[in-house]
């Protein structure tokens, strides 16, 4: 409640204030369905598990009483079975950053009640879906030894795929996400004319980088690893997985320029139980202090547009959606992979085996 001029409060405020607990303390709490004994979470588990549950779950616990119980890893074909059963055992997932479009299609999301979840700062790509909540992004980013090339490491895709200019080992992810795009990009396309992907031209481009690819990356912590323990010089990797590292002052660094930002993406399945509540907690994880706090964190902008006054100065640069950073990336199109994902893994897998 805010008091007017000369510390005096003024009715309006008064009559404001008792209007805002008429409705904590009366009919619309009231309203409220019974508490379930627990919320279940299915998510990617780790670092991000600890950094959720530091940024909202425990308040969450704290503010309503119900246990929050989180289980991993993501897994879209369980997500289905369970939705397809009727048998839902989680209240809230994740899902893969490319797969929004392709549970919203296949009926596998409950809508976001936006009543009750406030998506109107999110950044345009955070609240563009319908069944989809996004409160944080991540960006597929070229990280690489600063030892290794004390010169000055690659500026771009071009310069990852110049084994002359910046020799030594590397590795890309075992997945035609986000290789199409760097492929393309490397051959010299522009990034707002990457969609739709030429795919020949972009399978033709990997055949060039393909010999010089000494691992194929499969899980998230691999490629900081293999950076860490000098295995590889260049990697692709998800750029919260070097965010600590690097403030550590280990001797890497991430390269921006063709980054392919993705939302960090949750969805209440279709059919689950205790919808209301689970919106609760998405709501508070909209919250731009709370979002600020994950960043910090985990390294992933919050999508909030007002988290980044709570996120302190050392920080923003190695952040996603800092604008200097963003300025630089794409996002990936989603739409675009959910018509072509299926047959674009086939297509990799068969260019895999080829090589073999």
Not at 92 to 117: C, F, S, W
Not at 128 to 146: D, E, K, L, N
Not at 283 to 293: G, K, L, V
């Amino acid at each position: 409640m805010k008091k007017e001029k000369g510390m005096r409060i003024g009715r309006r405020a008064v009559l404001a204030g008792a209007a805002a607990v008429a409705l904590a303390t009366g009919p619309a709490a009231a309203q409220e369905p019974p508490k379930p004994r627990q919320i279940v979470i299915n998510a990617s588990g780790g670092a991000q598990a600890a950094s959720l549950r530091q940024s909202y779950w425990a308040d969450f616990e704290k503010q309503t009483g119900i246990k929050v119980v989180d289980t991993s890893p993501v897994d879209f074909g369980k997500l289905r079975a369970m939705v397809e059963s009727g048998n839902i055992a989680w209240n809230i997932t994740e899902i893969g950053g490319q797969d929004g479009y392709r549970v919203t299609q296949m009926g596998l999301a409950e809508k976001i009640d936006d009543t009750i979840v406030d998506r109107s700062k999110f950044v345009p790509a955070a609240k563009a879906m319908t069944h989809v909540f996004s409160p944080s992004s991540y960006s597929t980013v070229i990280a690489y030894r600063t030892d290794a090339f004390p010169k000055g490491g690659p500026k771009n895709w071009a310069d990852f795929w110049d084994v002359k200019k910046f020799p030594g080992p590397r590795s890309l992810r075992n997945h035609p996400v986000d290789n199409l795009e760097a492929a393309l990009m490397a051959d010299g396309v522009a990034k707002d004319k990457l969609y739709p992907l030429d795919v020949d031209r972009a399978f033709k481009k990997l055949d060039e980088i393909y010999p010089h690819i000494s691992v194929w990356w499969t899980t998230g912590q691999q490629p900081a690893q293999m950076l860490i323990d000098k295995e590889v010089v260049l990697a692709t990797g998800w750029n919260g997985r070097f965010y600590g590292l690097i403030l550590e002052k280990a001797p890497l660094a991430i390269e921006w320029e063709g980054g392919i930002l993705k939302s960090g993406s949750w969805i209440v399945p279709k059919g689950a139980k205790d919808q209301y509540w689970s919106f609760k907690l998405l709501a508070m994880m909209a919250d731009p202090e709370r979002q600020a706090a994950n960043a910090m964190r985990l390294g992933y902008s919050g999508t909030n547009t007002l988290s980044e006054q709570y996120v302190t100065a050392d920080k923003k640069p190695h952040l996603p959606l800092e604008p200097t950073n963003l300025a630089k990336q794409i996002w990936l199109d989603q739409e675009w992979w959910t018509k072509n994902g299926q047959a674009m893994a086939e297509r990799w897998n068969k260019w895999m085996l080829s090589k073999q």
